[in-house]
DNA sequence: GAGATCTCCTAGTAAAATACTATGAATTAA
DNA sequence: TTAATTCATAGTATTTTACTAGGAGATCTC
């Protein structure tokens, strides 16, 4: 079980947005250099991102991007999941031939699993991009 | 982010013990059919189980595998220890390439990620073998 | 003691996921 | 007009995961 660098990268990105974008708009090249993250993954993080409107952009020479809205109203568990870096401790979704749900008898240990996707989540949620610049977690 | 089928495999398969073999050692085929395992692959988890004395073997004919101590005292970060599936949000163990424990500034997202292993582990760990058998999850 | 049923052990491999590279178009400030 | 930037898509190398193959060794039952 680990946590994938995509994920990894979308927040510490934040983190990079939150603290360096107040005036003016940050390049994905700053970051990049900061961050020690390759430029064009980032902007494919990056468009995900704006997508789910937690940053904006602005086009063109001194462009860059920006947080949509204060890091106090950013949780981590928006920039995992804009990222599709979603807790899934089963497969058991869509997929026709793995997983349990399409048989009679239910994996006998599926509700652990859902206890523990929560589990994980929480933190998530309960965390903020803010609190995270902060180093103020609970 | 996701828990891979080894250490669901392996939660499964310790279950199915724990509910199988108190009077006489359940073997690998017998899980491999009832869970839907692969036998051999089911033989690879139980020798690091093994070696770990979360199980113990009886070979040859009716021989099999019962659990070394009783469900009640065996926790789940136990079984997950046992067959590698580590919680590692971060690879900046003894990777020299990549990590960041090598550069003079930390990633200034470091302590988020030892927080997330101690929250994630703290669910294993609270959690025992005979509460996933009994469906008591707290 | 022969045969069946097991564990034990090692190598190899197919498939999937991940992380990253490459290339170029569109936009905009200076 | 040029440099800097986002935007968009396709391709690929690497790593990890999940599984297969093929046997050797142990032990029970007949």
Redo the contacts between chains.
């Keep these: ?4 660098t995509k ?2 990268y979308a ?2 990105a934040m ?1 990079d947005l939150a603290s360096f974008s107040k005036e003016r708009p940050v390049s994905l090249t700053e970051i990049s250099l900061r ?1 020690n993250i390759s430029l064009s993954y980032l902007e494919q993080l990056f468009i995900k991102l704006k997508q789910k409107k937690l940053v904006k952009s602005m086009r063109g020479s001194q462009g860059g991007y920006t947080l949509e809205r204060p890091a106090s109203q950013i949780k981590l568990s928006n920039i ?1 999941i804009a990222v599709d ?7 058991c979704k869509k997929d026709s031939k793995k997983g349990c749900n399409n048989k009679l008898i239910k ?3 599926h ?3 859902d ?2 996707d929560q ?2 989540n929480s ?1 998530f949620e309960k ?1 903020l991009l803010e609190d ?1 610049i902060n ?1 103020r ?1 609970k």
Tied chains: 1, 2.
């Design positions: 079980m680990k946590l994938t994920g990894r927040v510490m983190a961050q995992f870096e979603e807790v899934r401790t089963l497969n994996c006998n240990a509700f652990l699993w206890k523990l589990h994980i933190f965390t995270l180093k977690l």
